[in-house]
């Protein structure tokens, strides 16, 4: 068993002897390549499609590239161990602009609802790409990231635990509903020894969870939990300190509100307005995480998850300082991850199998050893 302070920030460090072990043998994909590409731009269509239905979102263009100054990236974890890509830009400048690649549209998308001027119950959805360099590549994590990366305003009244699940829910049903019509477009979809795609998630607080497997640390609780009592889960309350000392996994402080009080389990306070969808791969036969999402930050929650992140000097940023003087709106928003929502629907054991990018030698050579061949 691995420690608890282990797996606290992203995806950890392994090694490959490890993924060695942990990747399928005997796996046959159930689609050629070529069916599989027509597959994935189908569940892009339909998803993109659905979600802005369903949602009351409208498909915007979003930043490759951002101002390092601006504050905007995204910096994943609270305890700056995933850096992002930086460089200066702009030939013939006297000062060249310091410019970083993003690595996740979170805090621009809340910014850009005030661009757009997105009344309550409007928002935006992006096909957004992005680096994350400082990640082990494996089979489900690449330094190539692509998401729906979506936002939505909201008014202070839908600032709680059953807005957040009803919306979780919506996006659910839109990407069930996107492997059934997969299926039954590509019906060797239907050919593998696989159970059908959960059409119910279910949602426990990482309190909760802790609660049942008090001794083990995160991704073991979460296997726990997809393979002992639901397939499909949204793990609510991620980031704030739970019971036993440590955060369910850390979060960055200056988005997704996990500090405001909710409920009361078994008389423990439980925190936090924001949550991952995990699921149960039946190829990989390993926890898979597809979206995370939440209700941003107050000015006030701001303020006191800065504090707590010891990351105060960030208020003096524009981006900051706009959400401190009310200058964009409360919102409720996520990343959906297409390249993993891809390998889940269309059953995959792979992330290179849906996506071209790069992967280290060895990675694809265990791969081949296994009849797994990424797309390059």
């Known amino acids: 068993m691995t420690s608890k302070t282990a797996d606290l920030a992203g ?24 069916d599989r590409a027509k597959a ?10 659905n979600l ?15 101002s390092r100054d601006s504050g905007v990236n995204d910096y994943l974890d609270r305890d700056g161990s995933r850096t992002p890509v930086e460089f200066p830009c702009g030939l013939g400048l006297e000062k060249r602009i310091d410019t970083q690649v993003v690595q996740a549209a979170t805090k621009w998308k809340r910014m850009a609802l005030a661009h757009f001027d997105c009344d309550a119950g409007e928002g935006l959805n992006t096909d957004m790409r992005a680096v994350r360099k400082d990640y082990f590549l494996d089979h489900d994590h690449s330094a190539y990231v692509d998401q729906w990366d979506w936002e939505k305003v909201i008014t202070p009244a839908e600032r709680n635990l059953d807005y957040l ?3 979780v829910e919506t996006i659910w049903s839109v990407l069930y509903e996107a492997g059934q019509m997969a299926a039954k477009d590509f019906p060797a979809l239907a050919s593998g020894d696989y159970p059908p795609i959960p059409k119910k998630l279910e949602f426990f607080h990482a309190e909760e969870i802790l609660k049942r497997f008090p001794d083990l ?7 726990k939990m997809i393979t002992e009592v639901a397939p499909a889960i949204f793990i609510v309350g991620i980031g704030h ?43 990989t036969r390993r926890r898979h995480e597809l979206t995370s999402m939440g209700i941003r930050v107050t000015p006030e929650t701001l303020v006191r998850q800065l504090e707590e992140a010891g990351q105060q000097d960030f208020l003096e940023l524009p981006y900051h300082q706009a959400l401190m003087n009310a200058e964009i709106p409360l919102s409720i928003g996520g990343g959906i991850g297409q390249s993993r929502t891809y390998m889940y629907l269309l059953r995959t054991a792979h992330l290179g199998e849906v996506s071209v990018t ?13 009849n797994i061949h990424v797309l390059e």
């Open 358 to 370: 790069i992967w280290p030698e060895e990675l694809k050579k265990i791969c081949a050893e296994r």
């Open 165 to 167: 699940k009803s919306t």
């Open 52 to 66: 802005c239905r369903e949602l009351g979102l409208f498909m915007v263009p979003v930043p490759l590239i951002v």
């Open 40 to 49: 994935i731009f189908r569940i892009k269509q339909f998803i993109e499609e």
């Open 217 to 223: 640390p995160r991704t073991q609780r979460e296997t």
């Open 11 to 34: 995806p950890g460090i392994s090694t490959y002897e490890e993924v060695a072990k942990a990747l399928p043998s005997g796996y046959t994909p159930l689609l050629p390549p070529k």
């Open 241 to 283: 300190v739970l019971d036993d000392g440590y955060p369910h996994e850390m979060r960055a402080a200056d988005y997704d509100d996990w500090i405001t009080p909710t409920v009361e389990i078994d008389g423990t306070q439980c925190h936090g307005l924001n949550g991952d969808i995990l699921v149960w791969n039946p190829v």
